[in-house]
């Protein structure tokens, strides 16, 4: 037996020396980059397993794994309640780790308008903008209302003679368009019938039932009735025309409606990142949004890709906020009692 | 493709020996959440959602219904066992199943709903198989007008479920009604009674009031007991099975539950709570001995858990054919679907027969599968009886915290659910019925806003909550519930008056 | 007796529930009614609830027989009872901190030594076998994410 042990210490002396050296490599590199995961990556989501932001986390993570941007264990966390702030506030009590990222939308901004929320879109660190979700407008095939132009011209006559179905309540990008198309038309905006449902699928069923006139969500909830007949879209609030279904639909745009609106969602982080940590994300979710397998999944969620790095995201965050800030208070004054 | 051709197609779908096996697996998993205390169909679900991702889509969604109707078979026997309804729909069950488990037929209440359970889920799959998509349109007609209307039915039905003091239960009612206004109000965007608090924007859930309501109270009450040494060790009398007795009384109760379970849940919005208080209210109100309901009635046990398991039945008719969820454990599996890039609605019947018609051929398994497993399970469940109380009673209030931490895991929620625990506990002291509470918090919040949408909807004319013959006939229903034994009553000491004088 | 006391807790809880519907902040959004109109419905509700406890309360012929058990109460139960849901405030306030597997260790183990009267190896057996395959089945099985707690798993 002793004779072997020289040999087998030897050899592994040797290959100790070879990891200890492959394993020194990466560290280099990483420390040249500035810094990496070190240990499992947190992703954040505010809602429960299975809703749209849920999805979204999910293949945030799945993507990020594939392109090896996670070197570790990874999992995606569901923190309900507060209209994502729970987790906001998760989120931000982790500042200064990198390994927590959190996936949300302009709710993040609206919360805190609307006074519901304490914590500001300046309490983390923007990382990255992922896609815009539109907001459609869909009337009943039997509607009486056939096109944008008769909403408009109705909504200016009578403000009260039209309601809406918007999902998931005030202040919403579904609420906030409506608000936008009711002002352009010279409407008092505080006459709009505006009527809240839980999810999408109950503010659809009423507007196919005809118990709401125009039902505004994604297209991803209405496609499924227009392909079949029993919705009509109307008109769009995004910049340009989108593909599929929505080709032919007008954009409030170019009916000469002000009325652009996304429900856009992103990727944000604690506060009090180095500036190599959010490098790192930044060169990561760059090359995430340009993977094959993430415009995929855009692609087939109708979801338009509008991919910005953390400067661009925070830049954009501000000019939002403002926005967001005007519209609110322009119908939010306080009531008289 | 005739539809016969589609049923047999599904058939052969869901006879494929990995679908079979995965069924098979659901059902289990999902009896196993059912089972656990503070674990409902809903939050079970939820957590083995997860489980089902990187499957075949039409596998995944099998072995998912089996949990969805797995965790509603289950559900019955926590309630029946140890007084803990994992979600709303096994409230009603509770009452008198409980009841016959301390009478000692702890097996025949279980029986009955294992029965029942078959039943139920077996016709709603036929109806579902030959009427979803003219069923799914019929429910597009119930709009905000006509879901206040039945809620205020079902109010009403609450109403009569006081119990012997008549303030007592009202007082349960309307602190459950008040619990239900916490959080963010939907309609104004503005919380309410939060105190500042973000977690309690969302409202309270279910099983937060449930756990501390029904398990909490129940185990601190049986604590003193067993400390007292009056041991609650509730012995089974007779034979497991039901007597051919408590059978004749059964099966019209059955066949009633199935009916109303399966039509209200057609109806999008709800949930199976309200049916399974309609056929509740239903026996009591049709039997000659009502006084006695709360008591272990089979007849309690039987109609709500047949309403409850239909309702399975009834809310997959909304969800594939509009894409519809009827309540919290359908919205999960509706996410399900999406997750695996099916998009239920007007098109999935054509678009993706296999998908469809294979889930609803497992369906008819499934419901086999698990009456075929359940019976067994009987005498092993009541065997849980049989644990000495000082190691059972810490088990249970182990488990259902787990339940209540894992909806959103939340430190906070666990306080909450001691508080109610308290309340609960004096609740029971004070002989204050718990059930009025927990259904009127299930769907008092639903109420208000329905009401209130309504209002947006006719700019504040109040005509709207009358202007459709349904909202009429729940409306009418109500008033009858609630004034009917009143006017009885009147009639009764009239003709006493008029009797008397004559003597 | 209990009526009335229900009665005034009632009112108490009405007058609590009138100052949370105070702080309800309003704004020109939304709907017709408000998010208060229903609030206040509910709180006179509940302040004629209190009424109709009080009448039932006043029917009551003697407050004796209540009385009686309230002595029987504190004399037998109710230190049992301060105690138990001590216990289980305990537990919960420690669920986080000290994690899932340690707090729930503890609370069984306490609990079943003190409730359970038999050999003393069966509590700490079922307490053991619980902890470890709950563990198992929540955590690995059903993913749910316990706390870890002071554990490193």
């Given amino acids: ?166 999902s998931t309540g005030i202040g919403t990008t579904n609420h906030i368009s409506a608000l936008l198309v009711a002002k352009a038309a010279g409407a008092d905006v505080t006459k709009l019938k505006a009527v809240a449902f839980d999810s999408s699928a109950e503010g659809v069923t009423a507007t196919l039932g005809g118990h709401v006139d125009v039902a505004i969500t994604t297209p991803f909830a209405l496609d499924p009735f227009v392909e079949s007949g029993e919705l009509r879209y109307i008109a769009v609030a995004s910049e340009t025309r989108g593909t599929g279904l929505l080709a032919e639909v007008p954009t409030w745009k170019e009916l000469g409606v002000d009325a652009v609106v996304y429900a856009w969602r992103s990727v944000v982080a604690p506060p009090g990142l180095t500036e190599a940590q959010i490098a790192y994300w930044d060169k990561s979710f760059g090359e995430l949004q340009a993977s094959q397998a993430w415009q995929d999944m855009l692609a087939k969620e109708n979801l338009m890709p509008a991919p910005m790095d953390s400067k661009t995201f925070a830049a954009f965050l501000e000019t939002e906020n403002a926005r967001y800030t005007e519209l609110l208070s322009n119908v939010t004054e306080p009531a008289k009692n | 493709m005739l539809p016969i051709d589609h049923i047999l197609n599904g058939f052969s779908v869901a006879f494929q020996f990995h679908n079979l096996g995965f069924a098979l697996l659901g059902c289990v998993l999902g009896t196993l959440v059912g089972v656990l205390p503070g674990l409902g169909p809903a939050a079970g679900m939820a957590l083995l959602l997860p489980l089902t991702f990187g499957m075949e889509p039409t596998t995944a969604l099998i072995m998912l219904a089996g949990m969805y109707y797995g965790a509603m078979y289950g559900g019955s026997t926590t309630s029946i066992l140890i007084n803990t309804p994992g979600e709303a729909s096994s409230v009603m069950t509770a009452i008198d199943g409980y009841q016959m488990a ?155 539950g199935t009916l109303i379970g399966f039509f209200k849940g057609v109806i999008p919005g709800g949930g199976a709570t309200i049916s399974t208080m309609l056929s509740y209210s239903l026996e009591r109100s049709i039997h000659k001995e009502k006084e006695k309901f709360g008591t272990g009635m089979i007849e309690g046990v039987a109609g709500p858990e047949a309403a409850n ?153 109040p005509a709207i909550l009358w202007s459709s013959w349904i909202a009429v006939l729940f409306l009418a229903l109500a008033a009858l519930m609630v004034l009917g034994p009143l006017v009885l009553r009147l009639l009764r000491r009239r003709r006493v008056a008029q009797a008397t004088p004559a003597q | 007796m209990v009526n009335v006391i229900l009665a005034l807790v009632a009112l108490g809880i009405a007058a609590l529930y009138g100052l949370g519907i105070a702080a309800i902040p309003q704004m020109m959004f939304g709907d017709v009614l408000g998010p208060t109109a229903y609030p206040r419905l509910l709180m006179i509700l509940l302040i004629g609830v209190a009424g109709l406890l009080l009448v039932e309360g006043m029917r009551e012929k003697s407050w004796a027989p209540a009385r009686a058990n309230l002595r029987a109460f504190l004399r037998e139960d109710a230190l049992t009872f301060v105690l138990a849901a001590g216990a289980v405030l305990a537990f919960f306030l420690l669920f986080r901190p000290l994690g899932y597997l340690l707090s729930t260790l503890l609370f069984l183990l306490v609990s079943m030594l003190v409730l359970y009267r038999g050999p003393r190896w069966i509590p700490v057996a079922v307490t053991l076998g619980f902890c470890g395959a709950s563990y198992l089945i929540f955590v690995h099985a059903f993913g749910t994410q316990l706390p870890r707690g002071l554990l490193p798993f």
């Fill in chain 2, 309 to 461: 398991n239909a309702a399975v039945g009834g809310h997959m008719v909304p969800l594939l054919a509009l894409g519809i969820p009827t309540g919290t454990t359908t919205a999960i599996l509706l996410g399900a679907f999406i997750i695996f890039g099916i998009q239920p609605g007007p098109l999935l019947f054509t678009r993706n027969p296999d998908v469809v018609w294979g889930l609803i051929g497992s369906m008819y398994i499934g419901n086999l599968m698990l009456f075929v497993l359940n019976l067994p399970l009987i005498a092993l469940f009541v065997r849980v009886l049989h644990t000495p109380t000082g190691i059972l009673l810490p088990l249970i209030l182990v488990i259902a915290s787990i339940g209540v931490y894992s909806i959103d895991n939340s430190a906070q929620d666990l306080l909450l659910t001691w508080c109610f625990g308290i309340a609960g506990y004096a609740f029971k002291k004070c002989d204050i019925p718990i059930a009025p509470l927990i259904l009127a918090m299930v769907l008092g919040g639903k109420m208000e806003q329905s009401f209130r949408q309504s209002m947006t909807i006719s700019g504040g004319d």
């Fill in chain 1, 1 to 166: 037996m002793t004779k072997f042990t020289t040999p087998t210490r030897r050899a592994f002396l040797g290959t100790t020396a070879l990891a200890l050296a492959a394993a020194a490599l990466p560290g280099i590199a990483a420390a040249q980059d500035g810094w990496k995961p070190e240990h499992a990556v947190e992703i954040v989501v505010g809602v429960a397993p299975g809703g749209a932001n849920d999805r979204t986390a999910r293949d945030v993570e799945a993507n990020l794994k594939a392109i090896g941007a996670i070197p570790n264990d990874s999992i995606t966390v569901n923190k309900p309640g507060g209209g994502h702030s729970v987790a906001l506030a998760y989120t931000i009590s982790h500042a200064g780790d990198a390994h927590y990222l959190q996936v949300i939308g302009g709710v993040m901004l609206s919360n805190n308008i609307l006074g519901r929320s304490p914590q500001k879109y300046t309490d983390v660190t923007p990382i990255a903008m992922l896609f815009n979700e539109q907001m459609a407008f869909a009337v009943a095939k039997d509607s009486k209302i056939t096109d944008a132009k008769m909403l408009l011209e109705m909504l200016a006559a009578d403000p009260g003679s039209v309601s809406f179905s918007i």
């Fill in chain 2, 102 to 256: 301390r009478n000692g037929r702890a097996g025949a209440a279980l029986a009955v709903s294992a029965i029942a359970s078959v039943i139920a889920g077996t016709f709603s799959v036929i109806a579902l198989t030959l009427m979803a998509v003219p069923l799914a349109r019929f429910g597009l007609k119930f709009g905000p007008a006509e879901h206040f209307a039945i809620l205020i039915f079902s109010m009403a039905a609450v109403s009569s479920l006081t119990g012997k003091s008549v303030a007592r239960g009202l007082f349960s009612m309307v602190i459950g009604l008040m619990i239900s206004t916490i959080g963010i109000d939907l309609q104004s965007g503005m919380p309410r009674f939060t105190g500042g608090n973000l977690e309690l924007q969302d409202g309270i859930s279910f099983l937060v009031a449930a756990v501390g309501f029904f398990a909490i109270a129940e185990v601190l009450v049986n604590v003193e007991e067993h400390l007292r040494g009056n041991s609650t060790v509730l012995a089974i009398k007779g034979r497991l099975w039901l007597t051919a007795e408590e059978w004749r009384r059964s099966y019209m109760p059955i066949i009633r």
